[in-house]
């Protein structure tokens, strides 16, 4: 289910212009890093996916709907959200009942929410706490919470805003396993992140958004190495972006993996 934003402007009452002009199209499947410095516009431009906002001019189109014709209710069905605060997401006694309040919602079975419990809270390593009460839970955990709510909707997309915010480094890997689990069952995703090196792992697309605008939008692996605009947008490169330029490479992988094997190949011509 492909999404289309089309000139979209968006005013908040307060008079704040927070979208000016935004056109993007993100395409069944692909997984979507949206960048950009506080106020530039990324969680403004999110909710208008689902309908908690509606915008002041353009227009969203989530597959052959759009979204101006639609309930928000309704367009929970194709776009899931997960929102930079859990807390504001969670209000069930028990785990498991979190996790089965959307998929109850839409109408599935019994036995249907209970394989998407299940589903789900195995995908985010929750299943021992499943009759655990959602505020026993330490927060990094209640974001992971959070998360098997909103996979549990079985949504065509998903919306993630600062995923990583607030997770150890353990939770950073669980988060990116699950982000690659989705992908692999052609969700797509658009992930809203500070964190840039889990963009260079995880999103095959960047848009950087820069005073409401979209900055640029391409591929991460082009993206992600142009560090002059992402210094325009105020956003820092990659870590090992910035160690391929350090150490002048001519490439700059973007995982470990390929970077260990660029720089053996470099080392080996310099040799020479
Ligand atoms: N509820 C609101 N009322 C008025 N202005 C807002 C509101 N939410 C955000 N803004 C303003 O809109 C702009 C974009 O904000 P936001 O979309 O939250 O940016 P980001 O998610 O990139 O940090 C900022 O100038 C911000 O101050
Ligand atoms: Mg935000």
Same mark, same amino acid.
């Given at each position: 289910?492909?999404?289309?934003?089309?000139?979209?402007?968006?005013?908040?009452?307060?008079?704040?212009?927070?979208?000016?002009? !935004?056109?993007?199209?993100?395409?069944?499947?692909?997984?979507?890093?949206?960048?950009?410095?506080?106020g530039?516009?990324? @969680?403004?431009?999110? #909710?208008?996916?689902?309908?908690?906002?509606?915008?002041? *001019?353009? %227009?969203?189109w989530?597959?052959?709907?759009? @979204?101006?014709?639609?309930?928000?209710? =309704?367009?929970?069905?194709?776009?899931?959200?997960?929102f930079?605060?859990?807390d504001? +997401?969670?209000?069930?006694?028990?785990?498991?009942?979190?996790? =089965?309040?959307?998929?109850?919602? /839409?109408?599935?079975?019994?036995? /249907?929410?209970?394989?998407r419990?299940?589903?789900?809270?195995?995908?985010?390593?929750?299943?021992?706490?499943?009759?655990?009460?959602?505020?026993?839970?330490? *927060?990094?955990?209640? %974001?992971?919470?959070?998360?098997a =709510?909103t996979?549990?909707? +079985?949504?065509?997309?998903?919306?993630?805003?600062?995923?990583?915010?607030g997770?150890?480094?353990?939770?950073?890997t669980?988060?990116?396993?699950?982000?690659?689990?989705?992908?692999?069952?052609?969700? @797509?995703?658009?992930?809203?992140?500070?964190?840039v090196?889990?963009?260079? /792992?995880?999103? +095959?697309?960047?848009?950087?958004?820069? /005073?409401?605008? !979209?900055h640029?939008?391409? =591929?991460?692996?082009?993206?992600?190495?142009?560090? #002059?605009?992402?210094?325009?947008?105020?956003?820092?490169?990659?870590?090992?972006?910035?160690?391929?330029?350090?150490?002048?490479?001519?490439?700059?992988?973007?995982?470990?993996?390929?970077?260990v094997?660029?720089? #053996? *190949?470099?080392?080996?011509?310099? #040799?020479?």
């Amino acid at each position: 289910m492909n999404l289309r934003v089309e000139n979209v402007s968006f005013r908040y009452p307060s008079g704040v212009l927070a979208l000016d002009g !935004v056109n993007a199209e993100i395409a069944s499947g692909e997984v979507v890093g949206i960048l950009g410095e506080n106020g530039a516009g990324k @969680t403004t431009l999110v #909710k208008l996916f689902n309908g908690l906002l509606r915008p002041s *001019q353009g %227009k969203v189109w989530i597959g052959d709907w759009d @979204t101006a014709d639609h309930s928000t209710a =309704a367009l929970a069905a194709r776009v899931g959200f997960l929102f930079q605060n859990p807390d504001d +997401q969670l209000f069930e006694r028990t785990v498991a009942r979190e996790v =089965a309040y959307g998929p109850r919602n /839409q109408g599935a079975s019994e036995a /249907q929410v209970k394989r998407r419990v299940a589903q789900a809270l195995k995908l985010v390593g929750l299943q021992a706490q499943a009759d655990s009460h959602p505020y026993d839970l330490p *927060q990094p955990q209640r %974001k992971l919470l959070a998360l098997a =709510a909103t996979i549990a909707m +079985q949504t065509p997309i998903l919306v993630l805003d600062e995923p990583t915010i607030g997770q150890d480094e353990v939770g950073r890997t669980t988060i990116g396993h699950i982000v690659n689990s989705l992908h692999q069952m052609g969700r @797509t995703l658009i992930i809203i992140t500070h964190d840039v090196d889990f963009c260079a /792992q995880h999103a +095959q697309r960047i848009l950087v958004m820069l /005073q409401g605008k !979209v900055h640029v939008d391409g =591929a991460a692996s082009e993206v992600l190495i142009q560090t #002059k605009i992402l210094d325009e947008a105020e956003v820092a490169p990659p870590q090992l972006v910035r160690l391929a330029q350090a150490l002048k490479m001519p490439a700059a992988p973007l995982n470990v993996e390929d970077f260990v094997d660029e720089y #053996k *190949q470099w080392r080996k011509k310099r #040799k020479k």
